[in-house]
C-alpha cells in the first residue's frame, strides 16, 4: 500500500471529526438556553406532533370512506377531529417562530399533514381557522 493510500482515509476521518465538533459547538452556541440536545428534543416532538395530525386525518379518512355509515362512531371521529385542531392551534400560537428558524423534519411533517387536510378535509377549513 502507497502512503497516499493511508493517508486519504485518516485526513477524511479528521476533517469528519471536525466537521461533527464544530456544528456542535455551533449549535451550543446558538441555542443557549436549552443546549444542542434540547433543541434535537423540541424539533423531533414539533415532527411527533405533526405526524399526529397525519395520523388523526388519515384514521378519520378511512372511518368515513371505507365503513358503512351504521358502522362509523360520531364521538370517535369528534375526537379524532379535536385532536387535529388542538395540534394546529398549539402550532399556531406557541411554534411559528420555531418552525420559521429552519428547515427540516418538523416543517417537513407539517407541510405534508396540512396538503392531506388540504386534499382530504377541505371542510375543516384550517387556512381560515389557523392562518398563522
Known sequence: MSRSTLLLPIALLVIAMTSIQSGASLAKSLFPLIGPEGTTALRLSLAALAHAILDASVLLRYETFLLPEDKRWEQWQAAQQDKIERALA???????????SRFDIAAIGLACALGYLDLRQPQLGWRKRFPG
Open 90 to 100: 398549539y402550532f399556531e400560537q406557541d411554534c411559528l417562530a420555531e418552525l420559521a
